[in-house]
Structures are given as C-alpha cells and as structure tokens.
C-alpha cells in the first residue's frame, strides 16, 4: 500500500525544518555544541572537533535534500539513521546513570538534560523522518494540496515546539510545584 503523497511531503517538510533548526542551534553556539558533544563521552577527542564541526553541516543538508523529491528518499532515510543516532546517543548515557548531561537538543540558551521522554520524542521523530522516505502513489497536485502540506506541517511543528518546550522546561516547573 502506498500512501498519499500530501503524506511524505508533510514528513520531509517537519524533518527538514526539524533539521534546519536543530543546525542554526549548533552553527550558532560551536563551542557550546562541542561541550555537549564531549559530555555524550562516546567520541574520541581526535573525532570530537570534526564532528562538530560537520555534523551542523550535514543536518543543513539533509533538510536541503528532504526537499527535493529526486533526494528525498535517501535524505529521509539519512535522517532517521541521524536521530536513531542521537537516541542511542541518549539512551548509552542513561544507561550509564548520566541523566545530568544537556540533551543538546533545546538550543544554546536552554539546558534539557537527557531523559526517557526523550528517547520516545526521537523515535516518533524517526517515525516521521521514514514517513518522508515511503514511495507515495502517483498522483498530480494541486494547489490546495501545497496548502494542506503546509497547514498540516504547520500544525505538526507547533505540536512538537509545544512538546519540546514542555519537556525542556519541565524540571524547572516540577520543582516549582514542589515535585
């Protein structure tokens, strides 16, 4: 069964604003984004400058790519690979009993600390991400199906900035309600 195009459209689109926003976060702050990348403590230190320095780069261009419909399915198969990454990323750490450490995940005037809310975020993230990877069936657009992706995307992202607001901002209101 193939689904409707306004479908993956509306994945590429969230995945690629998703990506976009979460490289301006790292592009802007660099040496705040290298400290949380050591934080993790999975890299080694020759990899740690490198990989900070590219990995804004490579999410850029993988929201460039989600765009494209000739790069989609492999840019949106890249991008679940990437936050598939990062979960793990979260959850060795958990494992380890390192739930202190900033996510990296709120921008660079936000600390959000790992936790497993998180991991579940990022799996619907990777949801999403494969959604824009799923061959749609053929069928000519219309304008008031550029207006629907959009809407829809529009929504979804309002969703997901209220989630992740929530989830950010949520030690602080747990501890002003005496939790």
Known sequence: MQPDPLFT???ALC?????ASAATHKVR?????SAQLQAYQLLPSALLRPIARGLPWLELALAFALLLPVSRTGAAWAAATLLALYAAAMAINLWRGRKDIDCGCAGPHQRQ???PLLLIRNGLLVAV????????EARALGLFDAFVVLAAS??????????DGLLANSPG??????R
């Not at 209101?173 to 005496?178: P, T």
């Open 173 to 178: 209101l747990l501890k002003l309600i005496g």
């Open 154 to 163: 529009a929504v979804a992202l309002l969703i997901y900035a209220a989630a």
């Open 113 to 115: 600390p790992i936790r």
């Open 29 to 33: 702050a660099p040496a705040r984004f």
């Open 9 to 11: 459209l509306t994945g």
């Open 129 to 136: 991400a494969l959604l824009a990877a799923w061959q749609p």
């Open 15 to 19: 995945t690629a604003v998703i990506l």
